[in-house]
């Protein structure tokens, strides 16, 4: 293919219009390419003639050359654009250069992400470093290749090129700004504010200022890259340590090493000349100094392939942005370097995390435990809790500081203030290491040196620094060397920088400048103020940018002010010795003939320098002992002003340099971290594998992330148990992050009062009441400050379970082992609850680690329920109250149960309480909310699902009642408990009608069985008893207890038969037929007839005291009697009664009226018309705000019979398909029903409705014991039923021997009425009479909490009367008993 280049000259103004690449020619104007077949921006940033005479070749893959001077005139050898090339490359544009995307698809624009979500961390690690700049970094690789588990934690975000900011708005998010606002004109302010994860952190201090980064990769993000070795005279001054001082070169193969990783080069020789290096150049030799000039080394990249770690890297672009952050992929910062190599060797990474103090870890375990605040999901909004309730991680080996100069001697401040045993020197001996900043503003040459984006290739910028004036040899005081280097602008600053040049004092104009040269200035500075700073004649673009480093006396110091850091530098400066040296950069600008100015921050702040290189803080000391020093020379930190050290912990940073360096410090840095872990590790075995890196995949998995673990059997089992959790959560967030899905999150803080007793045990709103007053009593506070997040949004709203991840702190000082760290708790959103019908839960679940190691659960619900219907006051107190429990963890075997909510209430209680979230703390929360996605698009269309979610869940409960009826389910749904009957019989009553008696055979081998005889209620079958739907029914219960069970369906229970206008009085012959078979069949043991025990629940009830009271049924066939609810003397409730009276005319007749003989309590969405319209009216039904549902047929059922339950003692399943339980009424039923009930007495059949509950007819019951139980909230009939009961008993037969306990119990004793029952003698008869409390009236038996609450009483009742006084029931170890333990029935 033809390279056509035709020879049109056009003039700077046309370049500025071309569209195509310009190609500059010889004479400095442009050549503009006409034919486009020669441009490929994909492969080639500028085109190449293809042979030095610039003739045109066939083929893009031959070499090329490009002659148009100033450098560029040389052979490209073939192939310098493949990925793996080292050959030195030409320099590229940033569009072409840039690390954008390292995924394949464009669109996406991912970059790798080698830190962790908090979420992943684990609770403990050998080695933890903190910060990630170059002593972090060297810690972090090099105990990571030795084999260590290492945790590093860092403040800053992981940014990788293409990420960092490049104009002046995006910068600006990225300042924090903290310490002491000193202008001299001010009084001093403590200040700190902006992000303060932020890149640039600029620290006032009184006296000079810093800047440092924060970021994974610490300085080196932004750093100008140069690397130079510190001089001998330097490190052999006194205030180093003999160790170093007195052996010249010992540092030398550390620098190597660092020079292996980071790969410092000059800048190439046959690349574009660089103006400002030219400057430079011309300047030193002004300054007599030529021999002094070179280029310096720095770590930069000019070409393109994989660095020393592995990572594929570009050449620079020469953008000069390097102090904004590089995006053209060519700077070896640690980022790249160190960190990847870290990564690659499995150590785990975690941002946004401020590390704040360091205490040993408590005696029962080796160590330290760093505590930090996580800057994450949004924390900050919470500025108490933020630094207040800290995180931690173990080191269990060794923690090292690498948190910069300013950082380090920040947390050991903090940590001795914390207790940690510390040389005084902490905070001392700091330097800026001798920092001058300075500008050669519009000087004759054009500098070139305002950073951008886009460079145009044929005017590059350069990297920020390339040359050096080094004077620092020769001088009789070393103090007296300094280094002068040039420097760029970055974009972001470039736009202010004339006027703070101008506008600000300090500048020194040129003198003995002629008219000409005067006229020629302003024209340049009037080109920069209209055509901006790169307009390369401008004043701007003729501005040299001037580095000095030098020697100042080490004297500043940091410390704590409102426990923030404050540098003071007062008297620092070694004034004169700064003095002279800005007279030699004056000399060197008025040589060129520019303006010499000040660093404007200088002149703002009033004489006050800005440090981009703190040192010290942590220095090393001279003689070994904390009386000069903060560490020793490996780094190590004395315990004290001695020799001792604390063992293993280590700082690796610049905090331990003890005096100005009088270079750039990073490659004493690194050289010395280096040092200091090679040291520790040949002190503790360790090997340091040397093997290279392959390629690195960083999208990918590290190549070597398994540990040697030498912890012993427990830890190992912990550790398996971390990993599958930590495995869990990692697969999730990975999913989410390569599915590119949104999700939410926002953070909460909740504070109350936790009682610590083991004996808290019942899970209910009393206990939870009772134990949050006893603790606030007792100042036993509590809070948590806990972070949720779903990664993926589909998860928290379409997943039944709406399940997102928890992670934070939870204190509560009286419990040990506090504060606890939390980790990859779950946090369920609305999750239903299956215990409660109608109820939705937020619940949180966790394990939670002490600091002493202590592992324990939390599990929190709080419960959204029909009591929040109508009334936002009572849906604010539930969605902020949180019941809590907390305990011992069970070994996770033990843990899986059918409702994940329930899991948490499993093993032994050590605290119970109440939390709640304070307006103060909502609003802070509500700023948290944070969608997460990678377009604003989808993280609008996240905060859309959430809250879409929320509001409708929020609603669906708050307006229950208006809400669209509940109508039977199509499925059978959690029908967990099938209880068929061994045998069912089909009896026969002696009126020839046929029903139902089924039979389970005992389930206890242990006990002898004994016949129980268990009759339901009107309208039901034998499914109350052996209901499906709760874990353990009665039948299931009693069966244990050595008893055959017989359940009769009798003809007014859910049977067709029961429509041929049957009553309680007509049901007792079915019963009778029942006593019949079972005395017939199941006799006992010396085959005669048995009394039977028999359990009788309300219309049951009813109809078995008709029987015995008119003689049908013979008391002497009843070995004793438990009557629910009701026995002989029904008596409506109040609303039952309002029902029956308030109406004009009886409302059976009325509905006989309107829709017919039978009223169904099923019903469904075809019915019909007149029954849906019936059903909507139900809803109208007063009630208790709690007892609200808008299940039809539970509605139904009420207006029957009344509320048959207190909603929360049924389950989920039951309420969802009551209609599956319940059958109907004949109207001929109802009516006698309402006349009993009214009547308080039970009655024969009409017309005569004759009373049965005479006295004589009451004689025939003496003999038999009685228990009658009624549930306190009972809805249907009035607890004044079983009580007339009761009184009508006592008064026949009188109190007996053995009454008077406090159960309110009568008795009568012997056979006085010749009944023929002398059951009762040898069981003492007794009359009891029990009111249950929390209960209405099926849940006695329905209940998901009957198993405990009711059954028991009773089977002691039956035992007591069926096998005598002294019976005791011994539990077996079985089913039941293994559901106990595991919790399975705790709800
Ligand atoms: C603009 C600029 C240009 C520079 N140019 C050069 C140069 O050309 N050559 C040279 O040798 N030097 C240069 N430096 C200085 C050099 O980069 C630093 O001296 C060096 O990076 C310091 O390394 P460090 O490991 O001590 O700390 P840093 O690199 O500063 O790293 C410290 C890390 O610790 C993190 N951190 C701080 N506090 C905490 C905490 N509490 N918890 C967790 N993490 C924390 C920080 O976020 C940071 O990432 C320059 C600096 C700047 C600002």
Redesign the pocket.
């Known amino acids: 293919m033809p390279s056509v280049i035709s020879d049109v000259t056009v003039t700077a103004a046309d370049a500025a219009s071309v569209v195509g690449p310009e190609v500059p020619s010889k004479n400095g104007r442009f050549r503009k390419l006409t034919n486009s077949a020669t441009w490929h921006p994909g492969t080639h940033d500028h085109p190449r003639s293809s042979s030095p005479s610039g003739s045109s070749t066939d083929s893009m893959n031959q070499s090329f050359n490009v002659n148009v001077g100033d450098g560029w005139d040389r052979p490209i050898p073939n192939g310098v654009f493949g990925a793996y090339e080292t050959e030195a490359g030409g320099p590229r544009s940033r569009a072409y250069a840039r690390i954008q995307t390292w995924g394949d698809d464009p669109k996406t624009a991912q970059f790798p992400r080698i830190s962790k979500s908090v979420e992943l961390m684990r609770h403990s690690y050998d080695c933890v470093v ?8 060297v810690a972090a690789s090099r105990m990571a290749r030795a084999g260590e588990s290492v945790c590093l ?4 975000k992981e940014r990788w090129p293409g990420e960092y900011p490049e104009d002046t708005g995006d910068a600006m998010k990225q300042v924090h700004y903290s310490g002491e606002f000193t202008p001299r004109w001010l009084p001093g302010k403590v200040v700190d504010g902006g992000d303060p994860t932020g890149m640039f ?1 600029l620290i006032f201090g009184n006296g000079q200022s810093a ?10 993000l ?7 070795e510190a001089d001998d005279e330097t490190l052999q001054q006194e205030a180093w340590p003999k160790e170093i001082r007195d052996r010249k070169g010992c540092l030398k193969r550390y620098y190597e090493k660092a020079a292996e990783v980071l790969e410092p080069e000059t800048y190439p020789e046959d690349w574009p000349k660089l103006p400002k290096l030219e400057l430079l150049k011309k300047q030193a030799a002004c300054l007599s100094m030529e021999d002094k000039f070179r280029r310096v080394r ?1 770590t930069t990249r000019f070409r393109n392939g994989p660095n020393s770690c592995g990572v594929e890297m570009s050449p620079s672009a020469l953008t000069g942005q390097d ?1 904004t952050g590089l995006n053209d992929g060519s700077k070896n910062t ?1 980022l790249v370097t160190y960190l990847a190599d870290a990564w690659n060797w499995g150590t785990d990474m975690f941002c946004e ?4 103090y360091i205490a040993k870890a408590p005696s029962n375990q080796p160590g330290y435990i760093v505590y ?1 605040a996580w800057h994450g999901r949004n924390r900050g909004h919470f500025k108490a809790n933020l630094h207040g309730d800290l995180m931690w991680v173990h080191a269990r080996k060794a923690v090292f500081l ?4 300013i ?2 001697t ?2 050991l401040l903090r940590s001795r203030d914390m207790g940690l045993e510390l040389s005084d020197k902490v905070g001392q001996n700091m330097s800026g290491n001798g920092d001058i900043f300075s500008f050669g503003y519009n000087v004759d040459d054009e500098v070139n040196s305002m950073g951008r984006p886009f460079p145009s290739p044929y005017h590059p910028i350069g990297p ?2 390339t040359g050096i004036i080094d004077n620092r040899e020769g001088h009789d005081n070393p103090l007296d060397g300094y280094v002068i280097e040039e420097g760029t602008v970055p974009a972001a600053l470039a736009p202010f920088l004339q006027a703070m040049l101008e506008l600000l004092p300090g500048s020194i104009e040129p003198t003995g400048e002629g008219l000409v040269d005067k006229l020629k200035a302003n024209l340049a500075r009037v080109g920069s103020a209209v055509l901006g700073p790169y307009f390369r004649k401008g004043a701007i673009g003729k501005t040299q940018v001037y580095l000095i480093m030098s020697h100042d006396t080490n004297q500043a110091y940091l410390s704590l002010k409102n426990d923030k850091p404050v540098l003071e530098f007062i008297g620092v400066g070694r004034s004169d010795h700064v003095g002279y040296l800005k007279q030699v950069l004056e000399k060197a600008t008025k040589a060129v003939g520019g303006t010499f100015v000040r660093n404007p921050f200088d002149a703002l702040m009033g004489e006050q320098q800005v440090t ?2 703190p ?1 010290g803080g942590a220095c090393m000391a001279r003689d070994g002992t904390g009386s000069t020093g903060v560490t020793n020379h490996q780094g190590q930190v004395f315990t004290g002003s001695g020799t001792e050290v604390h063992s293993g912990l280590i700082v690796t ?3 331990v340099i003890p005096t100005a360096l009088g270079a ?4 004493t ?1 690194t050289a010395l ?1 280096e040092r200091s872990v090679d040291l520790y590790a040949k002190e503790n075995g360790l090997e340091i594998k040397t093997t290279k890196n392959e390629t690195l995949d960083l999208f990918g998995s590290p190549q070597h992330s398994h540990h040697r673990s030498n912890r012993g059997w427990k830890d190992r089992v912990e550790d398996t148990q971390e990993n599958a959790k930590i495995i869990s959560a990692h697969t999730t967030i990975e999913t989410a992050r390569r599915m590119n899905d949104a999700g939410f999150g926002f953070t909460e803080v909740m504070s109350g009062y936790i009682h610590r007793d083991r004996g808290l045990k019942r899970d209910n709103i009393d206990t939870y009441e009772l134990a949050a007053r006893t603790a606030k009593s007792l100042s036993e506070t509590a809070r948590f400050f806990l972070s949720v997040q779903s990664f993926n949004i589909r998860s928290i709203v379409h997943d039944p379970n709406h399940k997102a991840l928890l992670t934070g702190t939870f204190v509560c000082p009286t419990i040990e082992g506090s504060p606890f760290m939390v980790q990859r708790g779950d946090f369920n959103l609305f999750l239903l609850d299956r215990k409660a019908p109608g109820t939705r839960n937020l619940t949180y679940d966790f394990d939670m680690r002490g600091i002493n190691g202590r592992k324990l659960h939390f599990h929190g619900y709080k419960v959204v329920d029909s009591s929040v219907a109508l009334s936002p006051a009572q849906f604010w107190r539930s969605t902020t109250t949180l019941y809590v429990t907390i305990t011992e963890p069970l070994p996770e075997s033990l843990r899986r149960c059918a409702d994940a909510d329930e899991c948490g209430l499993l093993g032994d209680i050590v605290a119970r309480g109440i939390m709640r979230i304070r307006p103060e703390d909502f609003v802070s929360e509500a700023m948290t909310l944070t969608p997460t996605g990678s377009s604003l698009l989808q993280k609008a269309i996240s905060a859309g699902n959430f809250l879409t979610f929320f509001t409708r869940k929020s609603l669906s409960l708050l307006l229950s009642p208006l809400t669209p009826l509940q109508y039977p389910s199509q499925t059978y749904t959690g029908f967990v408990n099938n209880t068929p009957p061994t045998t069912t019989y089909k009896i026969k009553a002696r009126d020839g009608v046929v029903t139902s008696l089924h039979m389970w055979e005992p389930e206890n081998p242990m006990i002898e069985p004994k016949n129980l005889f268990m009759v339901p209620g009107a309208s039901v079958d034998h499914q109350i008893f052996a209901l499906p739907t709760i874990r353990y029914n009665a039948v299931n219960y009693f069966r244990r207890a050595g008893y055959r069970i017989f359940v009769p369906v009798h003809r007014i229970g859910m049977l067709m038969v029961a429509q041929d206008d049957w009553t309680t009085f007509d049901a007792r012959l079915d019963l009778k037929a029942c006593l019949e078979k079972i005395r017939g069949d199941f006799p006992g043991s010396d085959g005669e007839p048995e009394p039977t025990y028999i359990i009788a629940h309300c219309m049951g009830s009813v109809a078995l005291s008709t029987g015995l009271l008119d003689g049908t049924i013979p008391g002497s066939w009843v070995k004793g009697l438990t009557c629910s609810q009701v026995f002989m003397n029904p008596i409506w409730n109040t609303m039952n009664m309002i029902k029956i009276m308030a109406l004009p005319i009886p409302a059976d007749r009325l509905y006989r009226l309107v829709a017919g003989d039978w009223f169904s309590f099923s019903t469904g969405k075809n019915d019909s018309l007149l029954q849906k319209a019936f059903n909507e009216l139900l809803r109208l039904m007063p009630d208790e705000r709690k007892e609200l549902c808008n299940n039809a047929s539970c509605h139904r059922c009420t207006l029957a019979l009344g509320r048959c339950w207190n909603h929360r003692n049924l389950n989920e399943a039951t309420h969802r398909q009551i209609d599956r339980f319940f059958g109907g009424a004949s109207m001929t039923l109802m009516h006698l029903l309402m006349k009993q009930g009214v009547a308080g007495g039970v009655m024969g059949n009409g017309p005569l409705f004759e009373r049965l509950d005479t006295l004589d007819n009451i004689r025939r019951l003496k003999g038999i014991p009685i228990m009658l139980f009624v549930g306190r909230d009972n809805a249907v009939l009035s607890p004044e039923s079983t009580e007339r009961t009761y009184e009508i008993l006592m008064d026949a037969f009188g109190m007996g021997k053995g009454g008077g306990d406090n159960m309110t119990v009568a008795g009568a004793s012997g056979d006085a009425a010749g009944t023929g029952n002398t059951a009762g003698k040898s069981a003492g008869i007794r009359y009891h009479r029990r009111v249950v409390p929390g209960y209405g009236h099926l849940d006695c038996w329905m209940g998901r909490n009957a198993w405990k609450d009711v059954y028991p009483f009773v089977r002691e009742e039956v035992d007591r009367v069926v096998r005598g006084e002294k019976y005791h029931f011994h539990e077996p170890n079985d089913h039941f008993k293994r559901l106990v333990d595991s919790g399975k029935l705790l709800y």
């Not at 903190?130 to 970094?137: D, L, R």
């Not at 995390?353 to 704040?356: I, K």
């Open positions: 903190i910060g990630s700049g170059y002593g972090g970094g934690l860092e403040r800053g952190h800047v440092v980064c924060n970021g994974l990769g610490g300085t080196s932004i750093n100008a890259n140069v690397y130079l720095q102090c640690t995390v401020e590390v704040r930090f690498g948190a910069g100069a950082g380090t920040e947390i920020c620094i981009v290189h040192i940073d610049a905090a750039n410090p990073l490659a840095i971290a």
